[in-house]
């Protein structure tokens, strides 16, 4: 006797309607990719039911199984789900668009910050940026829960701040990978529903040749320095979203290598946009915004914000759409648990090397610097308070000890 299917989604709806749901979200989704996951889960199964708990938990296991940005690859699912191909790019956009165009906007204020007040004010958001221990230590509870990942999480990071660098962080994926049949035993596969999007394999086998043939021309791309700014920004944007295991504050040391190290803009504004990316709502890719604009500035900012934020999100909704039609047979292997296992216990020591270089070197310079960033640490972690109020404080008091300074 057969056992009984799982519930199907609600009826096909239109592309309108998941634009207007997303946008009510990514004006008030603060919090980070984890919280997302929990705004979607309270709007899509329980308020609306466009998806019941099993459509949604298969889901989500695809967009940790991926690199990319989680939530925003999650929200696209559901949005294709929902309405087709228009659903999923009316997902990005109302999710995306409120945090991208406020970096943006800092992007072309960040500038006019001149002085002891401006400077106070960049440095307090810089100081938000070592937040990004939280995620540390929450990522390693729940991926690196074990002896094995967790020696693989310290070594990872040992290695990757002994000689930073963007291909050796790629090695290290690759060896977590190979290390997975003795590192990932203690993950188990999952055997519940899995989606299906509407398109075929056939499609789904251009969508991969799309990915990867992008990506090789990324780096051919990366090998013409002579070439014009604008396609190697966007080049090294895609990278970025196409290797990036983690999502959220794991690209943090992806963007600076592309970014920071050749000269593309200076560290100190590029931690300033991440601790601002830490008060905006929506996903943390949306710092891409800040960056294209930061660079470029004027009208060419706002195509080189167009460009990196497209750049960094467009691997990730390819690799997902290419590999949804493959996902019921892929998420009963248990090798391919395994390997996901593994590669998540490297990201752990990914972030971990992220919040030492460049965010604690970068940012800590002073013992009051310590205490406003542990206050904050402590707001999130322990009193649980969302993001904004964290950089809030982070802010005024740095501002009030330039004021008690002066």
Known sequence: MSATPSPTPST???????????????????????????????????????????????LLALCQFLPGPASSQLGFSIGLQRAGWRGGIAAFLGFTLPSALLMLAFAWWAPYLHGVWGQSLLHGLKLVAVVVAQGVLGMWRSLAPDLPRRVLAIATAALVLWKPSTLLQLLVIVIAALLSPWVGRGALPRRDWAPSPGYGRGAAMVLLACYASLLVLTFMVATRPSGHPLWQIGAAFYRAGALVFGGGHVVLPWLRQALVVPGWIDEGSFLAGYGAAQAMPGPMFSLAAYLGGRMFGGQAGLAGAAIALASIFLPGFLLLSGVLPFWQRLSVRAGAVRVVASINAAVVGLLAAAFYNPVWTGTVHAPADVLIAACGFLMLAVARQPAWVAVLWCVTGTMAGTWLAH
């Open 12 to 58: 096909p709806g239109r592309a309108s309607e998941v634009f207007l749901a997303f946008l009510s979200l990514g004006l008030c989704s603060f919090g980070g990719p984890i919280a997302h996951l929990g705004y979607f889960r309270r709007a899509f199964v329980e308020q609306r039911r466009w998806l019941d708990d099993a459509h949604y938990s298969q």
